[in-house]
């Protein structure tokens, strides 16, 4: 929702401001993240991550992704150092990736696309690990940047300042 208080007037959207306040409360619902700060976590890699979520899986009542999709989001040291380059992405890493598949069952993606991923995922509904499709040595996936789902709507863009590709190293 694209609404500031000294920009447009809610009754340009809303009815009432209950009504605002509902969708508002809707929204924030939808939404849990469960945080997991543990020092033992500390210089992990995306198969270590993996592995400790196969063996400790997340919350899946509350998991969107977790529960359907078998997926958590990760910020480890290179996730940090890429928010000091002005890049603010996470890595999706799918935790019941197998070895073989045609991807390496992790990317990184702008924070911004978040809902564009969830809308790729639901898409694939059984083919899910083909959304984070890549095809190249796991070392480059530290660089690239998930480009977004062709096949959803660019949700990206309500949530970005900078106009279509956002960062250099999306392909």
């Known amino acids: 929702m694209h609404q ?3 920009f447009l007037p809610k009754a340009w959207y809303y009815k009432s401001q209950k009504e605002y306040s509902d969708d508002i409360k809707r929204i924030k619902e939808l939404f849990h993240l469960h945080i997991r700060e543990d020092p033992s976590l500390d210089g992990l890699g995306v198969h270590e991550i993996r592995e400790i979520c196969l063996h400790d899986r ?3 009542q509350e998991a969107m992704a977790g529960r359907r999709f078998n997926f958590v989001l990760l910020a480890d040291t290179a996730v940090f150092q890429a928010m000091e380059r002005g890049e603010f992405v996470v890595k999706a890493v799918s935790y019941d990736w197998e070895e073989g598949w045609n991807n390496w069952g992790w990317m990184r993606i702008p924070t ?3 809902l564009e991923l969830w809308h790729s995922l639901m898409g694939k509904d ?5 959304v984070l499709f890549f095809d190249g040595p796991e070392e480059d996936l530290e660089e690239y940047i ?3 789902g ?3 709507e660019p949700t990206s863009k ?9 960062y250099s190293n999306q392909q």
Not at 126 to 130: E, L, S
Not at 158 to 166: D, G, L, N
């Open 146 to 148: 998930w480009p977004g």
């Open 58 to 60: 997340p919350e899946e």
């Open 126 to 130: 059984d083919n899910y690990h083909a």
């Open 150 to 152: 062709w096949d959803t």
């Open 158 to 166: 309500c949530s970005e300042i900078r106009r279509c590709i956002h």
């Open 112 to 114: 911004s696309y978040l």
């Open 4 to 6: 500031r208080a000294d």
